[in-house]
Nanobody, 123 residues
Framework: QVQLVESGGGLVQAGGSLRLSCAAS????????MGWYRQAPGKSRELVAG???????IYADSLKGRVTISRDNANNTVYLQMNSLKPEDTAVYYC?????????????????WGQGTQVTVSS
């Protein structure tokens, strides 16, 4: 069984910073791609940032220069550092990990979602 636990969301004033964390636990063999998505009220979920097992990163154009994704492979954790936050960044932020794990006697690979963490930026 695999669990993802997110933390770090909260209420911050415009221009402030937050650091989100997502830690995976369980019978994990490897974690491939890791990413952060967000969903604002009434909008579709969108990619914020992603990072491959090799460390290559991708960022949404609207967030480039303001966010940094990183990963700690030893602790199966992905981070999202967000700076210069704006009210339009208000959303629920979700981590997504593509990983290989043990399920009984099988080895499976699939995507897992975190439970989501609320980020609210006040003007």
């Amino acid at each position: 069984q695999v669990q993802l636990v997110e933390s770090g969301g909260g209420l911050v004033q415009a221009g402030g910073s937050l650091r989100l964390s997502c830690a995976a636990s369980g019978s994990i063999f490897s974690i491939n791609a890791m990413g952060w998505y967000r969903q604002a009220p009434g909008k579709s979920r969108e990619l914020v940032a992603g990072i491959t097992s090799g460390g290559a990163t991708i960022y949404a154009d609207s967030l480039k220069g303001r966010v940094t994704i990183s990963r700690d492979n030893a602790n199966n954790t992905v981070y999202l550092q967000m700076n210069s936050l704006k009210p339009e960044d208000t959303a629920v932020y979700y981590c997504n990990l593509h990983l290989t794990y043990a399920s009984g006697s099988s080895r499976l690979s699939t995507n897992f979602w975190g439970q989501g963490t609320q980020v609210t930026v006040s003007s």
